[in-house]
């Protein structure tokens, strides 16, 4: 695995990310990993590709749009989901002042297309 690169660090969170292969002849994935302070957001971005997501800690809302709709969804620590291209999503993580707790995603794109 290739070292991580911070794409964006400020008080409320970061941004990192890194491209993974199994093998020489293989497509590689894109994996981004977010941290989110409590009470912070990730920001609206649109899907460039299909996305898989696993909240490592911590717990929030995961907000989403496409063509058909929106909808909203809580999220917490140990879930998995994805989302489609074309979706646009953005994160709320929870306060959790009794924890003070990072919110920890980790995202991975199932096709070979960079999120942002």
């Not at 070292?3 to 994935?29: C, M, W």
């Not at 941290?35 to 909240?55: D, G, I, K, R, W």
């Amino acid at each position: 695995m290739d070292q991580r690169k911070i794409l964006f660090d400020n008080e409320d969170g970061e941004i990192s990310a890194t491209n993974v292969k199994d093998g020489q002849n293989t497509p590689h994935y894109h994996l981004q990993f977010c941290t989110l302070e409590p009470n912070s957001m990730f920001l609206p971005v649109l899907l460039h590709a299909a996305m898989v997501f696993y909240v490592y800690t911590g717990s929030g809302k995961l907000t989403w749009s496409n063509e058909d709709g929106t909808g909203t969804m809580d999220i917490h620590e140990g879930d998995i989901g994805s989302l489609g291209e074309g979706f646009v999503f953005y994160i709320h993580s929870n306060l959790e002042s009794h924890k003070k707790k990072r919110g920890y995603m980790q995202c991975l794109l199932t096709l070979m297309r960079a999120l942002l």
